[in-house]
Each structure stands twice: as C-alpha cells, then as structure tokens.
C-alpha cells in the first residue's frame, strides 16, 4: 500500500520561504513521477510542479515558476518543494501525489496515489 505524508506546511510572511517534504513509502519511489498540486476552497486542485522517477527532469505551473523548486531523494523516500518568494496567492492546501508513470504528469487524473495535504498560509 502506498502511503504519502506531507509535511513542512504552515504561516509566512509574504516574501519569505518554506520547504514541504512529502515522505513516500508502499513501492520504490524512483520508479515513479512525482507530483505537488494546491487546492483553495471552491477552485478545482492546480498543478504546481512535477517531477520525474529519475529526479532530472521538472516541470512548474506557470504561477509558481522561478519560485518554486521540486527535489526528490530516492535514497530517503522523500520529495521536496522548495517554495521562495512567497506571496499570499499561494495560500492553499498543498497536496504530494504519485503517479504510475515513470514520466512527467501534469494533470490530477494521472496521478494513483495523494497525501493528506498540508495547509500553507502566506500572510500579507
């Protein structure tokens, strides 16, 4: 059974940073791409970034793009996004997910597996 939990989520002033690390566990990670999306009440769940199995290849929504970094440590089991220069549009819930694909995967219906989301608050 995979299992995804979230963490690193909580309240920063706009401009500043934080760091959410998804733990994976269930299968080996490095055969999977990797996801993070956000959910606002009432807005469908946004694709933030993605990553590959393998770690090379990234890819970005466009509203956090420059912003935002995906990193993953197959050794540890873990993915991280590294989120600078927040603003408080990028309140949200923030959700990891696993795809079955080795490949980037952008939308939501292509990813298996979800975390429970961790809640990510920039202040004003």
């Known amino acids: 059974q995979v299992l995804l939990v979230e963490s690193g989520g909580g309240l920063v002033q706009a401009g500043g940073s934080l760091r959410l690390s998804c733990a994976a566990s269930?299968?080996?990670?490095?055969?999977?791409?990797m996801g993070w999306f956000r959910q606002v009440p009432g807005k469908e769940r946004e694709f933030v970034g993605a990553?590959?199995?393998?770690?090379?290849?990234?890819r970005y929504g466009s509203s956090v793009q420059g912003r935002f970094t995906f990193s993953r440590d197959n050794a540890k089991n873990t993915v991280y996004l590294q989120m600078n220069s927040l603003e408080p549009e990028d309140t949200a819930v923030y959700y990891c997910?696993?795809?079955?694909?080795?490949?980037?995967?952008?939308?939501?219906?292509?990813?298996?597996?979800w975390g429970q989301g961790t809640q990510v608050t920039v202040s004003s």
């Open positions: 990553i590959t199995g393998s770690g090379t290849v990234t």
């Open positions: 997910a696993q795809s079955e694909s080795f490949n980037i995967r952008t939308n939501t219906w292509e990813y298996a597996y």
């Open positions: 269930g299968r080996t990670l490095s055969n999977y791409a």
